[in-house]
Every structure is written in C-alpha cells, then in structure tokens.
C-alpha cells in the first residue's frame, strides 16, 4: 500500500498567514493526489484534485503543487472558516489512502 | 445540485450485519463510481470500496474484503455497503462519495461526499 505523510500534524496560525501544509508519498503517484477540508462534525469537502487543479467554488487563495511524491497545499491568506482539518489522498492505486491529517488552529 | 444522503446506520453487536444505503440525486448516478469512505471516532479518514458506475467492478480494502459488500441500483440512484460479521474496530461515521468519472480501473478522483451515518458495533 501508498503511505501517505502529511506535515505538520497541527499547526497554530493568525487570520491572514501563509499556510503551508506537505503530504508525501511512499512511492510515485504522478499528480493523482487529492485535498479535502474537513471542520468538526461536518462531512469532508473536496478541495484540489490533480494535485493543482480546484474543484468548483473553492476559493482562489487554496493552491496544490506537486508531483511524483511530494506535495503542497498552501492557503495564501488564512480566513476565519479556513479553521479545519485537512487531508491529503492518492488515488493512483488501490487501496486509496489518505493522510492522517492536519488540523489547522486559530493560535 | 448534487446531494447524497446517507442511511442505516445504528448499534449493532459484534459478528452482526447491517446495511447501509446512500441515496444520489442531482447528477446521472449510472455515469459515476461510488465509494464508501469511514472515519472512526477521533481518527483520520480511511477509504472501503468503490464500485464503478456500471456496477461491473469493485475494490475493497483489506480490512473489509470477505466481510463487506458494496452494491449500487442505477434505477433507484442507491448506493448500498452491506456489512457482515461486525467487529468493534468497524465503529465509525460512514461517507458515501462521489467520484469524477465512471470507472474504477482508472481511478478518478472524489468530489462530493454525504453527511455520513454512524455505525456503533458494541455489544
């Protein structure tokens, strides 16, 4: 199976920061890599698919790079509703697998 | 809009079954692959079975292969996951979600997911 490697696992950080969030891959997955968003109790929601690519409605200040086995998801300037776990998942292979996470925190 | 509502869950002792459904609308079921996805109480999110749009192919993941079943009927835009012989590690939120494209050998990527049903295996 892919292993997937997310960094950090949480982080604290200000309305309007740069947000870096890394996700690598235990072996190539060309760009079949996905982001979602998840807030507490809510269903996860699709953010970035082929690495770069944003899904319909999502705001322009989320951005993907990457390819191979390394990865970003940056929010360019952080908002209020931004304030959520996010998840990294390959879809090159099965089992599909994702990310154990990072959870984004007001500091 | 697209919407998936998913059904079914509840408590139910370990070894037992129990069936869960995702009803689709707002988009031509037939025309997409389906997955199951769970997430267990406080953890991450981890991915069960797709069925392709057709409903000729599936994978599952190994934690669940020979136990679970995943099904789809394109007349009633349904998704089904029949689960059987239940263990206490199966305890979690249950998504349906919803692929890009309609086949599973090519894997698309997910982009809609449902509210979630939970399923409580206790005894």
């Known amino acids: 199976d892919i292993q997937m490697t997310q960094s950090p696992s949480s982080l604290s950080a200000s309305v309007g920061d740069r947000v870096t969030i890394t996700c690598r891959a235990s072996?190539?997955?060309?760009?079949?890599l996905a982001w979602f968003q998840q807030k507490p109790g809510k269903a996860p929601k699709s953010l970035i698919y082929a690495a770069s690519s944003l899904q319909s409605g999502v705001p322009s200040r989320f951005s993907g790079s990457g390819s191979g086995t390394d990865f970003t998801l940056t929010i360019s300037s952080l908002q209020l509703e931004d304030f959520a776990a996010y998840y990294c998942?390959?879809?090159?292979?099965?089992?599909?697998?994702f990310g154990g996470g990072t959870k984004v925190e007001i500091k | 809009e697209v919407q998936l509502v998913e059904s079914g869950g509840g408590l139910v002792q370990p070894g037992g079954s129990l069936r869960l459904s995702c009803a689709a609308s707002?988009?031509?079921?037939?025309?997409?692959?389906m997955s199951w996805v769970r997430q267990a109480p406080g953890k991450g999110l981890e991915w069960v079975s797709v069925?392709?749009?057709?409903?000729?192919?599936?994978y599952y993941a190994d934690s669940v292969k020979g136990r679970f079943t995943i099904s789809r009927d394109n007349s009633k835009n349904t998704l089904y996951l029949q689960m059987n012989s239940l263990r206490a590690e199966d305890t979690a939120v249950y998504y349906c979600a919803k692929h890009e494209g309609p086949f599973i050998v090519v894997v698309t990527a997910i982009d809609y997911w449902g509210q979630g049903t939970l399923v409580t295996v206790s005894s």
């Open positions: 707002g988009f031509t079921f037939r025309n997409y692959a």
């Open positions: 069925i392709s749009g057709s409903g000729d192919s599936t």
């Open positions: 072996q190539g997955i060309s760009n079949y």
């Open positions: 998942q390959q879809y090159n292979t099965y089992p599909l697998t």
